[in-house]
């Protein structure tokens, strides 16, 4: 379950856990028992898969800092390889 921060007027922010089904309910203070408001965040993506983290990080790093490359990324010096099968020669090209 996602947890949501409220604030009071009176005692201030304040965390519940609760299900997303009941995140547009209303919401009283522990402390007080006011209506209390919700607080929009950012997202928590820190604590998730490590590939994912890798990722975000590597996206910040090139919007700050693009890596500089001597030629196109991705792509192999091997060569395509070629048949010498010549029923091959008989299949339909693009
Ligand atoms: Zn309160």
């Not at 947890?3 to 299900?19: D, K, L, M």
């Not at 090139?62 to 390889?81: E, F, I, L, N, Y």
């Amino acid at each position: 379950m996602p947890t949501y921060t409220h604030r009071c007027p009176a005692c201030g922010e304040f965390e519940q856990v609760r299900p997303m089904a009941d995140s547009g309910t209303a919401v009283r203070c522990p402390g007080c028992g006011a209506a209390a408001s919700r607080v929009f965040g950012a997202p928590a993506l820190r604590g998730g898969d490590p590939a994912m983290r890798r990722a975000l990080d590597a996206s910040a790093a090139s919007a700050d800092a693009p890596a500089v490359v001597s030629s196109v990324p991705g792509r192999s010096r091997r060569a395509t390889p070629v048949t010498r099968d010549p029923r091959h020669q008989a299949l339909p090209r693009p």
